[in-house]
């Protein structure tokens, strides 16, 4: 497990819409150890092990993360924006921005004021000072449509756990190419399509592209579910999940029993821990449209537990990280055109 890599994922600018950088770096990461690498017009990139295969199996996380996107300069030289994915505006007063600008990357402050003590804070309210004299000198260096984020990045802390900006969705995304490596060594016959989506935070067209050109037997999305081992958090809403005590499958209305049933069965085979959430509606990730792609896709979840989703300090647990690998490679490993998908045996 590489956590170079994983920090490269995590350090990197991919507020959706504009993912093609980090994209790129996952070509380079993944091209000598895979057999194919797709890409689309929309900014997807699949990378695909064993093509021939007659059997597919699709492991898909977003790439994108959330932030804003410039709208406007003020004559004064101050940004104003809109949001790009489910951000809480409220977090961003008083905190140090990147803008991604056209010319160059240049760094702001979030403007503060007594005003903005509210609950209810909007984005549109929301004003950056990124030090210009005036609308033509920010001109110089930043343009409307151009990204920005908070300007944190990973740092380890204490007992193997992490934090960082956009572990939602670039730690599983790194899950998932990790599997492929590893499944791959360990001499997986099956086709495997991991796909690094795009746009999952605002419009989730990435699935539904990567699905309908891939048409996949099965499709395991990984993505960040919330944990509940923190306050304000009830368990009760859709189970006990804690960081450290491995990935979560999901009971879902989408979710096939089958696969869950088999992804469990290895888990204990290799002494590999799981936990089990439940949501019966949309799941808010790529399954939700991966699973209606074409005539339909057999699909389950997959989820690394997380603190503190869509803010810049979201944590998780390195141990997840690594069992979810795990999890992925072994039944990369064990599944084949022979399992039966159909509930009705």
Sequence with gaps: MSKEFLYTLLDSMSVSGHEIPLQKKVIAEMTPHCDKIITDYTGNVVCVLNPDAPFK??????IDE???????????????VS??????PGVYPGHQVAVHGYARTVYGAVVRSKDMDKADLKVDELYID????????ARKYVQEGDPVHMNTYHQEMLNGFLSARGIDDRGCAYII????????????????????????????????????????DVAIVTDVTFASDYPGVDAKASGEVKLGCGGVLCNSSIGSRKVNDLMKAVAKEHNI?????SYMGRTYTDADNLHVTGTGVVTALLSLPLRYMHCPCEVCHMDDIENC??????????IDEHIDLDPFH
Excluded: N
């Design 57 to 62: 199996v699709m492991l898909a996380a977003h």
């Design 130 to 137: 990124i030090g210009a004299k005036d609308a033509a000198d």
């Design 273 to 277: 821990p799981y936990q089990i959430e």
């Design 325 to 334: 690998i795990e999890l992925l490679a072994q039944f990369l490993c064990r």
């Design 177 to 216: 190419l990790e599997a492929l490596k590893r499944a791959r060594a360990m001499g997986c016959s099956v086709g495997v399509y991991a796909a690094t989506t795009v746009g999952e935070e605002t419009t989730g067209r990435g699935s539904h592209w990567v699905g309908s050109a891939i048409r996949p």
């Design 66 to 80: 959330i932030g804003l996107i410039v709208t406007h300069i003020q004559p004064d030289g101050l940004l104003r």
């Design 83 to 88: 949001k790009s994915g489910g951000i809480f």
